[in-house]
């Protein structure tokens, strides 16, 4: 029962899908991206909703696209779909919405309702199972599309951002339980999203796309230590940098030079966490093998740690505590040497 | 630069002016002639001939025939409103466009076309009549047909309108719940036309009430079968216009009524 | 034929005086022929003079009288929408018969009902179709059918003569009973067939210059013109019966 | 339990049965009699008839007077539909229902009623007569003035229908840009109707085009003033069924073919 | 020019609303809450969207809102909206939405259109100019909306999720433009977001609203340090506890006691990170001062780090390395003992 698809799309504005999938039985893959890269374009044409141009959509043997001769549209396909902007029926109540697939799938009145009721007790929304779409919050909204999407328990769940509209501490639990359902839930899952903790917690898998295309594909640890692109980096919170190793030493692609812990040779990523980068007012004599002088651009409070960005070859995102800050007295301008200890780095194959 | 207004209910902004002035005239110019019949009517002298059981019974039947036909309509135009919207045929602004038909036709010619079609010796008519016996002119089921024939572009256009303004991507989010299209079409397009809908049957109903040329010649007049109010009015104005005037303002009284009562119910439904 | 023409009233059209300007003529529909035909010879007649038509139904007509139309003439399909006017005196001068219309049996080409007469109009079986008792062929058909003391079965009454006409021309009645003219105007779809009893219930056409015409020289003279010989002439042969 | 199915386009999905019959058994009723006229028609004999120019002058008077008669109702019928569905006035509901009036009302009665208000003699007209020598009876204005009332409350009901179903959210969202009521109107509430608003133009054109009663009865009938198509057919009746018909369908292939033009540029307005 | 509201709103829906604000000209307030709280409600009434049941909006003297006589309706107050749910124009173009704003203040078509563009181009969606909001990517979709409000430089911005949709990487860019432009900004700004980051980043002050009511105010380092609410403690992840101080034992509410470093007295609240947390297999002898049996209920693998929800008196959340993991061979289920010590924690009073 695997799913898999090659998707080929192209989209009336000239921009070009190009992703090819496979999702095990239990599998949950998450698809991450830039805004814009096709998420939600690959979601749709999964659910049966935009036909694909070229490619094939199959779970197991049942296909479900290969133009040009098939296409199983939307309703035939046992999907949920959480869409990006919910669309709950206006007309209806959050427990006739969530009802509304079962009934489709053939649920009598009293058993449909019945099992929306539970399905919205689970969301924390069963006091407002008699509200209207249009009166409900924003994170409220999205609770009853994630339960209207879960209810028929499809054999293909598509989530396009089934988080973002909830806070933080209903999202703990909604994923929580989310990661529970999943966990033991025979069907496949597409997660699409922009929160990577919310990867990293539920998927299994993650695949990396960009303007269209697969930039990098693999389980989320890996990923998190290694990526390939600066949008990943970003993602997972990384410094990463390109070059060309010639024994301990990098010289990177955009200035600079690193020095690494097991010697390489070619084109390699070298990548930190920004806490790995220590900050001194002049030039640390000894032990850490990189420092380069710097220049603080902006400096960003977080709960418990600072982010400094700072300017130089390379530039580099550096996590200090408030007392460094203090201490250092440090305000956008200042000019720094930065250090990271070779060992704290990791480099891989570009 | 911040100018403070009354506070008022909900939909809480002023009224602009250069709406709501040629909104009053509008209503004006709708309302007034309406004046106009109800002070000139000569109400004393014909109580008596306004309840004699021929109005009556010319009511009646205007009600029956014109809910039969919306009924009608309502089965075969809101079907054929979304085809027009959504289903993608071939040359669909021709097709809209022959919808008008009826609209266009002078009733009468309407009538003489349906007569041609479905009377005795029409062209569907004749083998209705030689195979099943049935002959509609002459029929209260020929005023429904008739009514029916000019009421239901109202109802397909209006429909249609809506139908388009409506956004399919609920369609999909059905779908992709296992809804059919016809459920679809059931549970999640038509309550979101709701409004579009009640517009386009309120027409339908109207003009089906209001419907006599197509249904004259068509059905014919005879009392109580097929004498319907706007028939009965008609031919008051040959003989007594005063008396033509409180019969239509009579039908008029009726029709407002019904609708206020229906409307309001029907409004509430959400959208 | 409409020779049996009592003495036409002095001054007949021919030697009228030459009228000028326009003269607006509210004329029953069933006289939209014969009265265009007789407009262009009154203005061959009088150069200088425009005359001007206004057909639609006799009622309609009159209301518009009544509600102060600019009309010079009224020609009524009937006596009652003329009183209507005279009633509120929009037209003073007393009305003129200026020709008859007389009842025919109308069946469609080859009379398919096999009618012979107006005794079949009280049959069950046969599809009858006449006017309504409220305009004039209506009320015609009704002293009709009680002079020869027959009760009808009629299918549908209808609000005008045309209404009759269609139905009888499309077969979709068997037979109707209609103005000559009517059945003239019909052609071949429609055969005619009349009957005794009709000259006892022919329908006058009246015909008046109207009180506020505009133009009451011009008015007086085209009435005047319809009723002369001329204008007889042309009606006639129109169908209609001098009266 | 898939099934697949043949793929088309866009809207990739089957039309389901339980639709599309009644849709096209309701295509049917509308368009057939129309094929019933065309094929009874009888052509050749008047061809000559046909573009004789009276013929001609109905034709350009009906078409100026329809457009004119639309151009007003969407001046006067929009701002009030706007009114009747924002708005928040006391009687809504009844108001609602008087705006169908003439919708109910025999057209000749309706005519009638004109002729009271704006007639010589009428509660209005008799000043406008007096102070400004304006006389509309029996003249183009009247043409367009009776069209325009009769029609009005197509493009009311529907284009309200079309307002009540539009999101006022969007009018908030416009509100906060600094936009007045009346530039939201503009901008943002009537092309986000764009669908509904077109379907209401297209039957009031329509109806307005088709008027009969009312016109002759307010306006008269003088050819090239007043004898618009419907009047011309009607007078043709009174001579020749036959030409009656053939008019009827001239006048019906010519508003076919705008509406087909015009839909199709208006169509293309997104929404 | 201070922006002073003091909110009652009773729904319809039966949620009421109590909330005071004070804004200071060139100000971001940060209006934090679960789902459903009142942040959009309270939005829409600044806005002039919503018409206040009882209390008063104004800005310096000018009066916006005073039950019963007074309403400024939203045209008349000089402000820029980006709604949780875009509401972008769907019949015109993504420049013409953001040129909306613009005309209707009066600029003429082109200057509109020409600031439109460079504030496109401030969000990156230079080449999306001509789409239309149906053709465009949620994230996409919510830049313009943002470019839309931020266009007009109104005197009160009025931010509902404005960054929700982003990715990771443009969430990054954009808020730091926000954060410049906000800097340099005269007007008064109110931020509704979910994401604590945001929250830190971008606001001087922050409000924390659950079920329409506050529950605490601050700057967001203090909030980050000593949160009243296990909402405002899951938002800046923290371990929270409610408890009675003798001395430098704490008695805790939901039982379990811990030990503090400054003695205290009375009702307190007790805070510690959850990388404070160690983990032993069995109790651990000597220093650190808090330590108790626990059992692991969840594990959640997070970037760098893995979070375990441990239950126990008190349950607790600890972060471990992927090392410990490996080496204790965790599992849920696992009994452990959980370690604190006491320099670790801060007490402050409830
Ligand atoms: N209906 C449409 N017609 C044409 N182009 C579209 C349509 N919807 C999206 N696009 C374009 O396709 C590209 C991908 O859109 P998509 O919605 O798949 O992005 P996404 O990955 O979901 O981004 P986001 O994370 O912001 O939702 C975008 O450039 C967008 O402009
Ligand atoms: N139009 C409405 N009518 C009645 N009740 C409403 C309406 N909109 C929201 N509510 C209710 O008011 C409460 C607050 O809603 P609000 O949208 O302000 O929450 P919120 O703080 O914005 O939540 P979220 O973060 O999920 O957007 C909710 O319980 C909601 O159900
Ligand atoms: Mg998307
Ligand atoms: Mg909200």
Redesign the interface.
């Known amino acids: 029962m695997t799913l898999h698809a090659e998707l080929t799309i192209a989209r009336d504005s000239g921009f070009q899908l190009e992703l090819d999938l496979r999702i095990e039985p239990g599998q949950v893959l998450a698809l991450l991206g830039p805004n814009g890269a096709g998420k939600t374009t690959a979601l749709r044409a999964l659910a049966g909703l935009l036909p694909i141009s070229a490619g094939l959509v199959r779970l197991d043997e049942h296909i479900w696209d290969r133009p040009p001769e098939v296409f199983v549209p939307a309703e035939h396909r046992p999907i949920g779909v959480v869409f990006q902007d919910y669309l709950l029926f206006n007309h209806l109540t959050a427990l006739d919405n969530v009802a509304f697939g079962l009934r489709a799938r053939g649920a009598d009145r009293t058993t449909a309702r019945a099992t929306a009721r539970r399905w919205l007790d689970q969301v924390g929304l069963t006091d407002h199972a008699g509200t209207r779409p249009r009166a409900l919050s924003g994170g409220q909204a999205q609770r009853v599309a994630l339960a209207r999407a879960l209810a028929t328990d499809p054999a293909l769940l598509l989530l396009d951002e089934p988080l973002a509209a909830l806070d933080a501490s209903t999202r703990i639990h909604i994923r929580a339980d989310l990661a529970h359902h999943l966990a033991d839930y025979p069907g496949h899952t597409l997660l699409v999203t922009h929160d990577p903790l919310d990867a990293m917690v539920l998927a299994d898998h993650l695949v990396i796309i960009e303007d269209g295309a697969v930039v990098q594909t693999g389980p989320p640890a890996q990923i998190a230590r290694q990526p390939r692109t600066d949008y990943v980096a970003h993602l997972v919170g990384l410094n990463l940098y390109r070059g060309t190793a010639d024994g301990t030493t990098v010289r990177l692609r955009d200035g600079g030079t690193l020095t690494i812990a097991e010697p390489g040779t070619g084109p390699v990523h070298v990548a930190f966490p920004p806490s790995a980068v220590s900050l001194h007012p002049e030039n640390p004599a000894g032990s850490p093998r990189n420092s380069w002088p710097v220049t603080i651009t902006t400096i960003e409070q977080h709960a418990h740690t600072i982010r400094v960005r700072l300017d130089g070859t390379p530039s580099v995102l550096a996590d200090i505590t408030p007392a460094t800050l203090a201490e250092l007295r440090l305000t956008p301008g200042t000019r720094l040497w930065a250090t990271v200890k070779a060992t704290e780095t990791t480099a891989y194959p570009a | 630069m911040t100018t403070a207004v009354r506070r008022g209910g909900r939909r809480r902004r002023r009224v602009p002016l250069v709406l709501a002035v040629p909104a009053l005239v509008g209503l004006a110019f709708l309302v007034v002639p309406l004046a106009g019949l109800l002070i000139r009517a000569p109400w004393g002298t014909l109580t008596d001939q306004l309840f004699s059981p021929a109005v009556g019974q010319a009511l009646v039947l205007s009600l029956v025939c014109a809910s039969l036909a919306t009924a009608i309509c309502l089965v075969l135009g809101v079907p054929l409103a979304w085809l027009l919207a959504r289903g993608d045929l071939p040359g669909r602004g021709v097709l809209r466009a022959l919808v008008t038909v009826p609209l266009v036709l002078p009733p009468v010619v309407g009538g003489v076309a349906l007569l041609l079609v479905l009377g005795r010796r029409g062209i569907i008519g004749q083998y209705l009549d030689a195979w099943f016996g049935i002959s509609l002119p002459f029929t209260t089921a020929g005023v429904v047909v008739a009514e029916a024939f000019v009421a239901m572009p109202f109802l397909v256009i209006s429909v249609e309108g809506a139908l388009r303004g409506a956004d399919p991507r609920y369609e999909d989010a059905a779908a992709t719940l296992g809804a059919s299209r016809w459920l679809t079409f059931r549970r999640v397009t038509l309550p979101s036309i709701a409004p579009g809908l009640v517009a386009g049957t309120v027409l339908c109903w109207a003009r089906a009430l209001g419907e006599f040329g197509a249904t004259i010649t068509f059905a014919g007049n005879f009392p109580g079968r097929t004498t319907t109010m706007p028939l009965a009015v008609y031919l008051a104005l040959e003989t007594d216009p005063g008396a033509a005037i409180v019969l239509s303002l009579v039908l008029l009284v009726l029709s407002i009524a019904v609708l206020v009562s229906l409307r309001d119910r029907w409004i509430s439904t959400p959208s | 034929g409409g020779t049996d023409t009592p003495a036409a009233p002095a001054g007949s059209g021919s030697t009228a005086p030459t009228v000028s300007g326009d003269i607006t003529v509210f004329a029953a529909?069933?006289l939209?022929?014969a009265f265009t035909r007789i407009g262009k010879d009154f203005e061959a007649a009088n150069p200088g003079a425009k005359v001007?038509?206004?057909?639609?139904?006799s009622?309609?007509l009159?209301?518009?009288i009544n509600?102060?139309?600019?009309a010079d003439v009224f020609a009524s399909a009937a006596p009652?929408?003329m009183k209507?006017v005279t009633d509120t005196g929009a037209i003073t001068d007393t009305p003129a018969v200026f020709v008859r219309n007389k009842l025919e049996i109308a069946t469609p080409a080859g009379n398919p009902g096999k009618v012979t007469g107006l005794a079949d109009f009280a049959k069950q079986d046969l599809?009858i179709?006449l006017c309504?008792e409220?305009?004039p062929c209506g009320a015609a058909a009704r002293k009709v059918f009680q002079i020869a003391g027959i009760t009808p079965a009629?299918?549908?009454?209808?609000?005008d003569v045309?209404?009759v006409?269609?139905?009888v021309?499309?077969?979709?009645v068997d037979a109707a009973l209609v103005y000559r003219t009517d059945v003239k105007?019909?052609g071949d779809k429609v055969a005619g067939m009349p009957f005794a009893e009709a000259d006892q219930a022919v329908n006058d056409y009246p015909i008046a210059a109207c009180a506020k015409a505009p133009n009451s020289a011009g008015a007086k003279a085209f009435v005047d013109y319809v009723r002369s010989d001329k204008g007889t002439a042309v009606l006639t042969q129109a169908g209609f019966a001098a009266p």
């Open positions: 529909a069933s939209t022929e001007t038509f206004n057909f639609a139904g009622s309609a009159a209301q518009q509600q102060g139309a600019p009652t929408n209507q599809k179709a309504a409220q305009v009629p299918d549908t009454l209808e609000q045309k209404a006409l269609t139905k021309s499309l077969g979709e105007a019909a």
